[in-house]
């Protein structure tokens, strides 16, 4: 089945600065691909739909400038957090989007990146 | 938007039983109804899935049925074993685009 890479899986930080999310598509190419955050024991809120070749498209009470993406290949989408504080700490999640013709795009996840600012 | 009600939120079934997960949808133009199943510290995986334009499928173990007209699906696992312990969740979109997932279910099998 279709594979989706994230790294890293766990990164513990310094309040203040910034850490970037990398998210590919391993065996097929994604124009889009989304970014999900999880709080414990909750499920997936949609932060942002990354387009590639274009801007970033930001779900309602997402800060653009705090979480930035760049999708610059059909392979690879990045997330920063930006001056990250400690109420950023969540489980970040990709997924890519492989369209296969009609009805068989699916979306497949990455296994997440844990972000604890201290 | 799509609002996607999920229940129940957790379900502790017996080894062999079966387990149901049902889960509604708001938005009628929703087409694509994927379950993924996801195990602790991972990223959610696809089970299966369902489009609107059929009201049942099967994969071995796993059925999923869709009621457009109700707008709920549910999921289907029987046989359940240990492995199958782990958070599910469904979700709804409209053209496989933009998933709203459901609040999750928790399942433990009982050895």
């Known amino acids: 089945g279709a594979v989706v890479s994230q790294h890293p899986s766990r990164v513990i930080c310094k309040s203040g600065t910034s850490v970037k999310i990398e998210c590919r598509s391993l065996d097929f190419q994604a124009t889009t691909m989304f970014w999900y955050r999880q709080f414990p024991k909750k499920s997936l809120m949609l932060m942002a739909t990354s387009n590639e070749g274009s801007k970033a498209t930001y779900e309602q009470g997402v800060e653009k400038d705090k979480f930035l993406i760049n999708h610059a290949s059909l392979t690879l989408s990045t997330l920063t957090v930006t001056s990250a504080h400690p109420e950023d700490s969540s489980f970040y999640i990709c997924?890519?989007?492989?369209?296969?013709?009609?009805?068989?795009?699916?979306?497949?996840f990455g296994a997440g990146t844990r972000l604890s600012v201290l | 938007g799509e609002n996607v009600e999920q229940h129940p939120s957790t379900l502790s079934v017996q080894e062999g039983d079966s387990a149901v997960i049902k889960c509604t949808y708001s938005?009628?133009?929703?087409?694509?109804f994927p379950w993924y199943k996801q195990e602790l510290g991972k990223g959610p995986q696809l089970i299966i899935d369902?489009?609107?334009?059929?009201g049942e499928k099967k994969d071995q173990r796993i059925a999923v049925t869709l009621n457009k007209t109700a707008k709920h699906f549910s999921l289907h696992i029987t046989e359940t074993q240990p492995e199958d312990s782990a958070v599910y969740f469904c979700?709804?979109?409209?053209?496989?685009?933009?998933?709203?997932f459901g609040a999750g279910t928790t399942v433990t099998v009982r050895a």
């Open positions: 979700a709804a979109s409209i053209n496989d685009y933009k998933l709203s």
């Open positions: 369902i489009r609107s334009n059929v």
């Open positions: 997924s890519a989007r492989r369209e296969a013709g009609g009805a068989k795009n699916i979306q497949y």
């Open positions: 938005d009628s133009a929703s087409n694509y």
